[in-house]
DNA sequence: TCCGGATTGGGAACCGGTTTCCACCGTGTT
DNA sequence: AACACGGTGGAAACCGGTTCCCAATCCGGA
């Protein structure tokens, strides 16, 4: 075994060269595909090319510049169902456009967050997406104001997908779904079937993405001359266990209402289960519904009638939107549409 | 505005060392820490990096023998919340050693996947982690095994997680988890209630998971000294629509049973609407199962009775041993243990 | 047959870093 | 006062590619 095929961890396009009888222009001609090349020696590259099953360092090709652009993408949790759209929605996008996308979730973690954004930036990431509501502080907006500004001087883009705005002139693309526009249309809904003491299970106060979906619970009161009772407005966070306490605990209480409006899927899935346990029919009894239409709301008995966000398409447009333009392109903010999905679990009082 | 301001894009060492009054070497030596450098000069360089917001390239560093290693994840659909559970433990892993994670979905689709394989060739990628089940045919294996050889000479080293082994001597990581034994366990579980004839609603017959599950179906019988209807045995593939048409046309043609396994908590939510559909109370007229533990098992209603998978710990203990090992380690295989969750979805006959 | 333009391919500079090698400096020793 | 030595920092080579610039060759036409 000659020292030649004991090193055979990475060949060089100059290896190839040699290999070939000519020099690494040419090889990096015949692979760039432009250039003129007889094709005698053409033959002979590929040939050489194939016999070291050489594949070209592209770290390598980024620095001479010729970029393979990287997306990045950032999230509390792969975890959550709408989130898994969005990023599926992302990466289809992204391999679709010939983009590397790496990942990362945050945990809900700042720290992580911004060592996350310092790492993009050093990769000259071509874009950083930015995922999931978080709340709307001034210390949230300088934080991630400097972030844009710093992506955008290093020639990349910052998205925010769900997350509050940074006011104007912040170079950042911002893509937000219709939060309190669903949550009013489905409330309404409800309304609509008779009820009128419909509890809200809401999430932090300050997360906006729970404030829209909580305004637009008020709204559509407000809009049939209602004014909804303030214990009927409970905080939690965006998951089941949350769901499941809030209802238990309301239930304990005493607390009389025919319908739940959970702000997401997964807290109504937990409010079911409070439902189920305490004995109570749903819809029969008790009327119930989400936000989000993950894919397993259909699956819970009965079935959810909930708003639908699109997720999938939320991911798409955003890398279209990122990858469309120049850093120097100012503030611009996309709003997605949501509608109400009418299943089984509300029913007329 | 002068034209150094203009470019203000992207600022190289050279820039940072101009600034700062030194060479380039110096500001690399700085930066990397270790070389002594006096603390006046060490202040100045870390003036300018301050002032022009100084990031090094990546990509350069990379190139120089200074990686920033890269681990890839690819998978068929990460919307899948199996799938989603395993990107998490990989990512939550990956990023703990400081290494970037890079995800791909495939669609199911080999030729996305030869593709993303040769990109992380160039990626020069740490790892290359495989997941999700697959046919086990010989064009599979052959396949596969070149992509071994191609990661493994350049460096790098490839996982399967969950994927049919490649036989020995191929230089790869083999994660599985128990299929049979899982599935032996809840059919004995089953069986031990009383119910005889248990209708097995499997995935793709030349698929090694659906292949494991069923195995351990029949086991579990034959342990008894069973030996089951060949018409209890339903083929698909593991989505819910799968699960729905398979029970609903079991019933429409009046075939006798009394509860379901299905070869996934997909399939099973899918089973139980179509049980619902036709008017059949679960547990009372009919038991189901399910095989995954997703989240949402115990939203179903009646909380779903399955096997428990560590998908998670799947995830975390890839990219452990991927990054372990050297490239040069011959075939490895890790069997990971799972166990039955008991809830509320079987009944006693 | 000789000339000129089009092909073709090599050499070298460059991308943005790191690292080796070496010159220079100030200091302590004899 | 000469010398050896440790601490500093610059020049240059290198990593693995791309591309500019230019020379050699081939071809057809006069």
Redesign the interface.
């Known amino acids: 075994m000659t020292r030649k095929s004991a090193d055979?961890?990475?060949s060089t396009i100059r290896d190839v060269a040699a290999r070939a009888g000519v020099s690494a222009s040419t090889v990096s001609r015949v692979l760039g595909g432009v250039y003129p090349v007889s094709s005698a020696t053409r033959t002979r590259v590929m040939r050489a090319v194939r016999e070291l099953?050489y594949?070209?360092?592209?770290?390598?090709k980024?620095?001479a510049g010729v970029a393979?652009p990287?997306l990045a993408f950032v999230l509390e949790?792969?975890?959550g169902?709408s989130f898994?759209?969005m990023?599926?929605g992302v990466?289809?996008e992204a391999?679709r456009l010939g983009h590397?996308?790496?990942?990362?979730?945050t945990d809900g973690d700042v720290r992580?967050e911004l060592e996350?954004v310092?790492?993009m930036?050093?990769?000259?990431a071509a874009a950083v997406i930015l995922v999931g509501g978080s709340a709307d502080t001034p210390e949230y907006r300088e934080r991630t104001r400097r972030m844009a500004d710093?992506l955008a001087?290093?020639?990349s883009r910052l998205v925010l997908c769900g997350r509050p705005p940074l006011g104007p002139g912040a170079p950042v693309t911002v893509i937000e779904y219709d939060n309190e526009g669903g949550a009013y249309a489905l409330v309404a809904h409800v309304l609509s079937r008779g009820h009128r003491r419909v509890l809200f299970l809401g999430g932090k106060p300050d997360h906006t993405t729970a404030q829209g979906r909580e305004r637009g619970y008020l709204a559509a009161h407000r809009a049939r001359g209602l004014e909804p009772d303030p214990a009927l407005l409970l905080h939690g966070d965006f998951t089941?266990d949350s769901g499941h306490r809030l209802l238990r605990e309301a239930l304990k209480r005493g607390l009389e209402f025919t319908a739940v409006v959970a702000a997401t899927d997964m807290v109504a899935?937990?409010a079911?289960?409070a439902l189920?346990e305490a004995g109570l029919d749903v819809p029969g009894d008790v009327s119930l519904a989400g936000y989000d239409d993950i894919?397993?709301a259909?699956?819970?008995?009965p079935a959810l009638t909930t708003v639908h966000v699109p997720y999938e398409e939320l991911g798409r447009l955003a890398v279209r939107t990122a990858l469309g333009r120049t850093?120097e392109t100012p503030d611009e903010h996309l709003l997605l549409g949501t509608h109400v999905v009418v299943r089984d679990s509300v029913a007329a009082r």
């Open positions: 055979a961890s990475r099953d594949v070209a360092d592209a770290r390598a980024a620095v393979t990287t949790d792969i975890t169902p898994a759209h990023a599926h990466e289809r391999t590397l996308c790496v990942v990362c979730s992580h996350f310092e790492m930036r050093a990769q000259r710093q001087s290093a020639g089941r899935a937990g079911l289960t189920h894919p397993f259909r699956d819970l008995h850093p």
